[in-house]
């Protein structure tokens, strides 16, 4: 009877693995080739195009150097690159498994039902998460380790497994590899943590250590390389090329940054003018879990960090109004189904946003955004990397060394392949070159 048991369970264990297999090969398929025929159509984010770029420095650079895909930028989003090496295949593998990932937490947090099925189809065939998912994986990859996170430390509030805490401190941590900005949420992080329900001082002060400590040792950690390799330990904020550097593109944004108030009410109207996409991450406050046992105040902080993480940004000056942004507060929604109460009010919105969803893109203040739904719905659009792949064609014809400046050229590498032959900044004559090309043997120079 015993082996018999054992037998069904293996079987079960079995059937969920071959179908959660067989639904991320699904997924991928479905993923990929949306990516590669906007691809071949003359269409790709070219944050794609740079990791792939970077990556290939790393490895076939004059000289090959690590350095290429990190210390400046956070390193955790070319490590998939570095193992796949193709942009499209990147993003396809990554974005299928945090898919699958949601769904079946989704189905964890719900079971099945309206609400499942709804968020479920909104997750793989909404333009807003078509978008991300195929075109922005790393962003994908911050908010699902984020909100997991999170969830994570709810269910360690709820559940008291220490297991559950040391993942929530993990992947919150490890959001820093992904957009070092992630380390604006610290305090809100810490202030959550030691205003939660202990049983002590000394329970909450530990719990707290336990969930910001890895953060603070990834950031110190990054601060060594830098000093080790760059000489400058900040060298990855104070570079003109960091996140950190960028300047506020929308008006708005850079009268709004540094001001509180003014910060506020921004992200007031950012939220009221993607209200129909937002929609169920705000009503869900209403339906969040009051039951004995659960800390209602706790849990409604934590879903709160997507708006705390939209301040951050847009106090920092470095937020930008696009419409896929709504997916931050999405992912949040999913994660945390089991902390709320399933309801027909719920399944409405999400019907609502999942509508809103295919046509607000289209006017969006994003041209990436804007441009990815207008090729997929066969509208014009910008053929953004067809230019470059023109320059590299011609380059692939020619022989000797090539002068230029990757910083906003660095598709022309990627497409022409060979990144042996391209003098850059990174090297150490680059600028020598600059100034006497044919003493350095520079046979050609793009601009």
């Given at each position: 009877?015993?082996?018999?048991?054992g037998?069904v369970?293996t079987?079960?264990?079995?059937?969920?693995?071959?179908?959660?297999?067989?639904?991320f090969?699904?997924?991928?398929?479905?993923?990929?080739?949306i990516?590669?025929?906007?691809?071949?159509?003359?269409y790709?984010?070219l944050?794609?195009?740079?990791?792939?770029?970077?990556?290939?420095?790393?490895?076939?650079?004059?000289?090959?150097?690590l350095?290429?895909?990190?210390f400046?930028?956070?390193p955790?989003?070319?490590l998939?690159?570095?193992?796949?090496?193709?942009?499209?295949?990147?993003?396809?593998?990554?974005?299928?498994?945090?898919?699958?990932?949601?769904?079946?937490r989704?189905?964890?947090?719900?079971?099945?039902?309206?609400l499942?099925f709804?968020?479920?189809?909104?997750?793989?065939?909404?333009?807003?998460?078509?978008?991300?998912?195929?075109?922005?994986y790393?962003?994908?990859?911050?908010?699902?380790?984020?909100?997991?996170?999170?969830?994570?430390?709810?269910?360690?509030?709820h559940?008291?497994s220490?297991?559950h805490?040391?993942?929530?401190?993990?992947?919150?941590?490890?959001?820093?590899?992904?957009?070092?900005?992630?380390?604006y949420?610290l305090p809100?992080?810490?202030?959550?943590?030691?205003l939660g329900?202990h049983k002590?001082?000394?329970?909450?002060v530990?719990?707290?250590?336990?969930?910001?400590?890895?953060?603070?040792?990834?950031?110190?950690?990054w601060?060594?390389?830098?000093w080790?390799?760059?000489?400058?330990?900040l060298?990855?904020?104070?570079s003109?090329y960091s996140f950190f550097?960028?300047?506020?593109?929308?008006?708005?944004?850079a009268?709004a940054s540094?001001?509180?108030?003014?910060t506020?009410?921004?992200?007031?109207?950012?939220?009221?003018?993607?209200?129909p996409?937002?929609l169920p991450?705000?009503?869900?406050?209403?339906?969040l879990?009051?039951?004995?046992?659960?800390?209602?105040?706790?849990?409604?902080?934590?879903?709160?960090?997507p708006v705390?993480?939209?301040l951050?940004?847009?106090?920092?000056?470095q937020?930008?109004?696009?419409?896929?942004?709504?997916?931050?507060?999405?992912?949040?929604?999913?994660?945390?189904?089991?902390f709320?109460?399933?309801?027909?009010i719920m399944?409405?919105c999400?019907?609502?946003s999942?509508?809103?969803?295919f046509?607000?893109?289209?006017?969006?203040?994003?041209?990436?955004e804007?441009?990815?739904?207008?090729?997929?719905?066969?509208?014009?659009?910008?053929?953004?990397?067809?230019?470059?792949q023109n320059?590299a064609?011609?380059?692939?014809?020619?022989?000797?060394?090539?002068?230029?400046?990757?910083?906003?050229?660095?598709p022309?590498?990627?497409?022409t392949?060979?990144?042996?032959?391209?003098?850059?900044?990174?090297?150490?004559?680059?600028?020598?070159?600059?100034?006497?090309?044919a003493?350095f043997?520079?046979?050609?120079?793009?601009?």
């Open positions: 009877m015993v082996a018999w048991l037998a369970v079987t079960q264990k079995t059937k969920i693995v071959l179908s959660a297999l067989a639904l090969l699904a997924i991928f398929a479905y993923y990929y080739a990516t590669f025929y906007l691809y071949k159509a003359g790709i984010h944050n794609l195009i740079f990791f792939a770029e970077k990556t290939l420095l790393a490895l076939q650079g004059n000289p090959p150097r350095e290429n895909v990190g400046v930028y956070p955790f989003s070319f998939f690159t570095l193992i796949f090496r193709d942009p499209v295949v990147t993003c396809a593998f990554v974005s299928s498994a945090l898919t699958i990932l949601l769904i079946f989704m189905k964890e947090g719900l079971q099945y039902g309206p499942f709804m968020s479920a189809t909104m997750l793989v065939v909404s333009p807003v998460f078509l978008f991300v998912a195929s075109q922005k790393d962003f994908f990859l911050q908010i699902v380790f984020l909100a997991f996170g999170m969830n994570y430390y709810l269910r360690y509030r559940e008291g220490t297991l805490l040391f993942a929530a401190g993990f992947l919150y941590g490890m959001t820093f590899f992904i957009d070092f900005r992630s380390l949420l809100a992080v810490a202030v959550v943590s030691l329900q002590n001082r000394s329970h909450k530990g719990v707290t250590i336990v969930l910001i400590t890895p953060m603070i040792f990834f950031f110190s950690a601060i060594y390389l830098n080790v390799f760059t000489q400058d330990p060298n990855f904020i104070h003109p550097q960028t300047v506020p593109q929308q008006t708005e944004v009268v540094f001001s509180l108030i003014k506020v009410a921004y992200a007031s109207q950012y939220l009221l003018i993607q209200l996409i937002l991450y705000l009503v869900s406050f209403f339906f879990r009051t039951d004995k046992g659960f800390d209602t105040p706790l849990i409604y902080a934590v879903n709160l960090f705390l993480l939209t951050a940004t847009i106090y920092a000056g937020f930008f109004p696009a419409t896929f942004y709504g997916a931050l507060f999405l992912v949040f929604l999913f994660v945390n189904f089991e709320m109460k399933p309801s027909k399944t409405a999400m019907i609502v999942l509508f809103a969803s046509f607000m893109p289209l006017y969006s203040l994003e041209n990436n804007r441009n990815f739904l207008r090729a997929l719905y066969g509208f014009h659009y910008e053929k953004n990397i067809v230019e470059f320059v064609a011609v380059l692939q014809h020619t022989k000797g060394e090539i002068l230029l400046d990757d910083a906003n050229l660095f022309v590498v990627y497409f392949g060979d990144a042996r032959r391209f003098l850059l900044p990174y090297n150490y004559g680059f600028y020598s070159a600059l100034s006497n090309p003493r043997g520079v046979q050609y120079a793009v601009v």
